[in-house]
């Protein structure tokens, strides 16, 4: 059985600590939890009556792991969703909240499974996932995987100041692809030369 507060921990690694980036619409976020979330739980660490950065910075570790297994894992479903899906569902959901969800249910409607693209985790979305799993138990997380780096691309596409999220300064795959790609067998892992194609556009 996945361990799921494992997972969690190594989220929180890759979200690493405070960050303030007036380019990311999250806002100010420690641990991938943005202050938007914490207003919505009413946490207000400070006590001075309102919730803002200065919240976010005292925000600890174990509380961002509680949020996440509670709010992020949890509260949306994922924990009902096929183990096989988990880490990647999971990561995403605290990367971009329900567009993970949807980004699944685009996936199973591709895969032929008549799934409302809501970022609902309903009985029809967990049944759908269900069938595929078990239809394509070696494929539909990398499937996954490749389905988020493509909405990062889109993302990074329709708006210019998101795409240092996806490409460095030096010209490589930024955190966002990587992040997609870890969650993917190597064999479908972009090579330079097609990254550089796909990026060509951005100028």
Known sequence: MLDVTAIAREILEREGGYVNDPDDPGGVTKYGVTVHTM?????????????????????????????????????????????????????????AGSNAVKILQRLLGEMGW??????VIGPVTLRAAAEAAAAAPDHIADAYAVARRSYYFRL????????????????????WIKRAEDFMAQRYRMSDAAFQKRVAAWG
């Not at 200065?54 to 600890?60: C, E, N, P």
């Not at 996440?68 to 183990?83: D, M």
């Not at 008549?114 to 970022?119: E, K, Q, R």
């Open 39 to 95: 207003r919505r739980l009413g946490l207000d660490l400070d006590g001075d009556g309102d919730v803002d950065a200065r919240d976010v910075q005292r925000l600890s570790v174990e509380q961002a792991e509680d949020i996440f297994l509670e709010h992020y894992f949890h509260g949306p479903g994922i924990a009902k969703l096929p183990p096989v899906l988990w880490a990647g569902v999971f990561d995403m959901y605290v990367n």
């Open 114 to 119: 008549p799934v409302s693209v809501d970022g």
């Open 156 to 175: 990074a596409d329709r708006r210019p100041a998101s795409r240092k999220y996806a490409r460095t300064r030096a010209g490589g795959k930024g955190g």
